[in-house]
C-alpha cells in the first residue's frame, strides 16, 4: 500500500466561505473526508495536512522523507511565490503532483506561474475535489 501525503496550504482551510462562487460551498471538512474516502477505495494509505504557513509547509515536506512514497500538494498562494517550497520538494525527492481546486490559468496573471511545476510530475487545475482523486490515482499507479 502506497502512503501518500497531501498537504494544503493557505486560506484552504476557508473552503466553504471563502469565494464560494469560485471554491464552491463545501468546507475543508468535506475535503478531507473526499480525500481519506477516496484514497482508501483506491488502495492508498493517505495523510492529511493543512496549514497556512510557508515554513510548517516546508516542515512536512521535509518530515515526508524515508516515510511516504508520494506528494499531493496545493500550495495555495505559496504556488506563485515561494521558491522554499520548491526547493523542499526537490530536496526530499519524491514523486509529486500538483493541485489546484480552480484553473489557475485561466485567472488572474499572477497565478499562471507555479513555482511547485517546476518540480511536480503533474499538475492538476481546475477540477475541484477530483483533482485530488486523479492525483492520488497518479501516484498509487506510477511505476517505482
Given at each position: ?25 463545501s ?10 474516502e ?29 516515510i ?12 506563485h ?18 493541485v ?30 477530483e483533482?485530488y ?9 506510477k511505476?517505482?
Amino acid at each position: 500500500m502506497k502512503k501518500i501525503l497531501v498537504i494544503n496550504g493557505p486560506n484552504l482551510n476557508m473552503l466553504g466561505i471563502r469565494e464560494p462562487g469560485l471554491y464552491g460551498k463545501s468546507d475543508y471538512a468535506s475535503l478531507v473526508r473526499f480525500i481519506e474516502e477516496r484514497a482508501a477505495l483506491s488502495g492508498a494509505d493517505v495523510s492529511v495536512v493543512q496549514s497556512n504557513s510557508e515554513g510548517a509547509i516546508i516542515d512536512y515536506i521535509q518530515r515526508s522523507l524515508n516515510i511516504f512514497d508520494g506528494i499531493v500538494i496545493n500550495a495555495g498562494g505559496y504556488t506563485h511565490t515561494s521558491v522554499a517550497i520548491l526547493d523542499a520538494l526537490k530536496a526530499v525527492g519524491l514523486p509529486a503532483v500538483e493541485v489546484h481546486l480552480t484553473d489557475i490559468y485561466s485567472r488572474e496573471e499572477f497565478r499562471r506561474f507555479s513555482y511547485v511545476s517546476l518540480y511536480a510530475e503533474k499538475t492538476i487545475a481546475g477540477k475541484g475535489f477530483e483533482g485530488y482523486a486523479e492525483a492520488i490515482d497518479y501516484l498509487i499507479n506510477k511505476k517505482v
